[in-house]
Nanobody
Framework: VQLQASGGGLVQAGGSLRLSCTAS????????MGWYRQAPGKQRELVAV????????????KYADSVKGRFTISRDNAENTVYLQMNSLKPEDTAVYYC???????????????WGKGTLVTVSS
C-alpha cells in the first residue's frame, strides 16, 4: 500500500492550502485516515482524523485543538483519497504533514498502519 500526498508549499500567514493523499495498492477497506505533522525539533502530532463513515453518513472527525475552526478534513472513499483544507494559516502551522491510513487488505484482516512520505507546508509571517 502506498500513500501519495500532495498540495504542500509556501503560503503567507492568513492564506490557505489544500492537501490531498491518495492510497493505492492492496486495499480491501480503508478505515480511519488522517493527517499528522512534525515541526522542526518537535514530535509528530495529530492534526485531524476521519473514520470511514457509511454510504449515507460522513465519517466522524477529530481535530487538534490548535487547528479547530481553521482546518477541515474530508475523504472520498471511491477515490481512496483524504483531504485537508487549511485556512487562516499561521506560522506555527509550518511543518511536514504526513498522511496516515489504517488499511485492511482482506475482509477478515485487521487494519495496518501506513504512512505517506510527507509534504512540507511553510507559512511565512
Amino acid at each position: 500500500v502506498q500513500l501519495q500526498a500532495s498540495g504542500g508549499g509556501l503560503v503567507q500567514a492568513g492564506g490557505s492550502l489544500r492537501l490531498s493523499c491518495t492510497a493505492s495498492g492492496s486495499i480491501f477497506r480503508l478505515n480511519a485516515m488522517g493527517w499528522y505533522r512534525q515541526a522542526p525539533g518537535k514530535q509528530r502530532e495529530l492534526v485531524a482524523v476521519i473514520d470511514r463513515g457509511t454510504l449515507l453518513v460522513a465519517g466522524s472527525t477529530k481535530y487538534a485543538d490548535s487547528v479547530k475552526g481553521r482546518f477541515t478534513i474530508s475523504r472520498d472513499n471511491a477515490e481512496n483519497t483524504v483531504y485537508l483544507q487549511m485556512n487562516s494559516l499561521k506560522p506555527e502551522d509550518t511543518a511536514v504533514y504526513y498522511c496516515h491510513a489504517d488499511v485492511s487488505s482482506g475482509p477478515y484482516d485487521y487494519g495496518v498502519d501506513y504512512w505517506g512520505k510527507g509534504t512540507l507546508v511553510t507559512v511565512s509571517s
